[in-house]
C-alpha cells in the first residue's frame, strides 16, 4: 500500500517516524512519500519531499514573509496526491492544520482516504476547524485524554490511542547518555524553530545567569537549526544536538519553551519552567487570553486540568520571573516534591497505550481489502 503522510516540524516528524516504522510492521509492502524531515526520511529509506526546516514558520509576519515557499510547499503536496503513477492509497497528517488541512481537501475530493494522526489543537482555538475534519477525515486518532469528549460534542467519534510521547521516552530512557556537569544542570529548551530560539533563549540565559555560582546551563539543540546560530545568541554555552531527552534528564530543572518538550520533560521526570516569549507585550497577552478556549498553553497543566508546572507568558516571561519560578524548585524545595508527584499522577492519567502501532493498524483495516498479501493489521 502506498502512503502519504505530511509533517511540518520536528515533533511531527518524530511521531511520524513511529508511524511509519508500525505500518512497516503491519504492511510488508508499504511504501512512503512524506513531508517531513530526518526521522522520517530515516524510517522511510527514502528522503522527503519537502524537508521541514522549510515549512517549519512561526507567526503571522514570518509566515507571510515565506508565503512563495509556502504556496509552492503545498503544490508538491497536491501533486503528490493528484500523481497518477503514485496515486496514495491513504493520506496521514500530522497536526500542522493550515496546510495540512487543504491537503485533506484535495484528497477527499480525488475518493482518498484521510486520516488524521495528532489532530490540530482546535479546543484551544480556531475551533471552526473542526468542520473541515469532520468533512475530510475518515477517522482521526488523538494523543490527549481530554480529545474524545471534546469531538463528541461536535458530533464526531475519535479514538484516543495514547500519547507518543510516553512511548518515546519509556523506549529511549534506558539508553539515555547523561550530560556531564562540575555542577548541577540547567536544561535550556528554547524551541525548534528559528523563531522561537531567537525570542526564548535570551530570556532563558538571564535568568540562567543568576544561577551561575549553582547550576550550569547546557543547551538542548534543535533539528535543522544550525550551530553558528545558537553561537550567535549563546557564545559560550554549549549545545547538545539529538540529545534532549538526555539533557533534561540528567538537568537538575530546566527552562522549556511550551511545546512538546515540557510533556517530554515531565515525562522524565525534571522539574521545569514553562517559557514563551514570542513578542513579550501585554496587548499580544490580553489578544491571546481573549482567542484562546483553554485556562492553561502547556501540555503537562491541560493534561492534568490544573497548573502543576508554571507558565510564564509572553510579558510575564522576563528574566527576574523566570528566576523566581526556577529557584523555587530547586533540590529541597517543597514545589519541588509537589511537582515531581504531579508528574506520577499526569503519567497515569495518560496510559501505557502503542499510538503508533494502533493508528497504523486502524488505518490499514480501513484501506486494505481482505486477505491483501503481506498485510496483517491486527
Known amino acids: 500500500m502506498r502512503y502519504f503522510i505530511s509533517a511540518g516540524e520536528a515533533s511531527g516528524d518524530l511521531?511520524?517516524?513511529?508511524?511509519i516504522g508500525a505500518f512497516r510492521s503491519v504492511d510488508e509492502g508499504a511504501c512512503f512519500s512524506f513531508l517531513g524531515g530526518d526521522r522520517?526520511?530515516?524510517?522511510?529509506?527514502?528522503?522527503?519531499?519537502?524537508?521541514?526546516?522549510?515549512?517549519?514558520?512561526?507567526?503571522?509576519?514570518e509566515v507571510l514573509r515565506h508565503l512563495p515557499d509556502i504556496r509552492a510547499n503545498l503544490r508538491v503536496a497536491i501533486d503528490a496526491v493528484r500523481s497518477q503513477s503514485m496515486r496514495p492509497d491513504a493520506v496521514v497528517l500530522v497536526d500542522y492544520p493550515s496546510f495540512n488541512l487543504k491537503i485533506?481537501?484535495?484528497?477527499?475530493?480525488?475518493?482518498?482516504?484521510?486520516?488524521?494522526?495528532?489532530?490540530?489543537?482546535?479546543?484551544?482555538?480556531?475551533?471552526?476547524?473542526?468542520?473541515?475534519?469532520?468533512r475530510y477525515c475518515s477517522d482521526v486518532f488523538c494523543i490527549l485524554p481530554f480529545e474524545p469528549d471534546f469531538y463528541s460534542r461536535h458530533g464526531m467519534t475519535v479514538a484516543y490511542v495514547g500519547n507518543p510521547s510516553?512511548?518515546?521516552?519509556?523506549?529511549?530512557?534506558?539508553?539515555?547518555?547523561?550530560?556531564?556537569?562540575?555542577?548541577?544542570?540547567?536544561?535550556?529548551?528554547?524551541?525548534?524553530?528559528?523563531?522561537?530560539?531567537?525570542?526564548?533563549l535570551p530570556v532563558m540565559l538571564e535568568a540562567a545567569s543568576m544561577f551561575a555560582g549553582s547550576l550550569t546551563p547546557a543547551i538542548a539543540g534543535a533539528p535543522g537549526i544550525p550551530a553558528d546560530f545558537y553561537e550567535s545568541l549563546a557564545p559560550s554555552i554549549p549545545v547538545h544536538y539529538d540529545a534532549s531527552l538526555g539533557l533534561m534528564s540528567s538537568a537538575s530543572v530546566?527552562?522549556?519553551?511550551?511545546?512538546?518538550?515540557?510533556?517530554?520533560?515531565?515525562?522524565?521526570?525534571?522539574p521545569q519552567v514553562a517559557c514563551?516569549?514570542?513578542?513579550?507585550?501585554?496587548?499580544?497577552?490580553?489578544?491571546?487570553?481573549?482567542?484562546?478556549?483553554?485556562?492553561?498553553?502547556?501540555?503537562p497543566n491541560l493534561i492534568m486540568g490544573e497548573?502543576?508546572?508554571?507558565?510564564?507568558?509572553?510579558?510575564?516571561?522576563?528574566?527576574d520571573r523566570v528566576a523566581a519560578a526556577l529557584a523555587a524548585l530547586l533540590p529541597g524545595s517543597r514545589e519541588r516534591d509537589v511537582m515531581v508527584g504531579n508528574y506520577a499522577r499526569m503519567r497515569t492519567r495518560l496510559g501505557d497505550a502503542t499510538p503508533a502501532l494502533s493508528a497504523a493498524r486502524a488505518i490499514v483495516r480501513r484501506i486494505a481489502p481482505t486477505g491483501t498479501p503481506g498485510v496483517t493489521p491486527t
Open 15 to 19: 511521531h511520524a517516524a513511529a508511524l
Open 40 to 61: 522520517m526520511a530515516a524510517a522511510a529509506g527514502t528522503a522527503p519531499m519537502v524537508h521541514i526546516r522549510d515549512m517549519a514558520y512561526m507567526g503571522f509576519s
Open 104 to 134: 485533506a481537501r484535495e484528497a477527499y475530493r480525488l475518493g482518498i482516504p484521510v486520516f488524521y494522526y495528532i489532530p490540530p489543537k482546535v479546543w484551544a482555538w480556531k475551533e471552526w476547524r473542526v468542520k473541515s475534519i469532520r
Open 166 to 200: 510516553v512511548e518515546e521516552v519509556d523506549a529511549a530512557l534506558p539508553s539515555l547518555v547523561a550530560v556531564p556537569s562540575d555542577k548541577p544542570l540547567l536544561a535550556l529548551v528554547p524551541g525548534s524553530r528559528m523563531g522561537e530560539i531567537r525570542n526564548n
Open 254 to 270: 530546566a527552562l522549556v519553551t511550551s511545546g512538546t518538550a515540557t510533556l517530554e520533560c515531565a515525562l522524565v521526570g525534571t
Open 276 to 299: 514563551y516569549r514570542a513578542n513579550g507585550s501585554r496587548i499580544s497577552y490580553e489578544i491571546m487570553r481573549r482567542l484562546l478556549k483553554i485556562p492553561y498553553v502547556t501540555l
Open 307 to 319: 497548573e502543576i508546572i508554571p507558565e510564564m507568558l509572553l510579558h510575564n516571561c522576563i528574566p
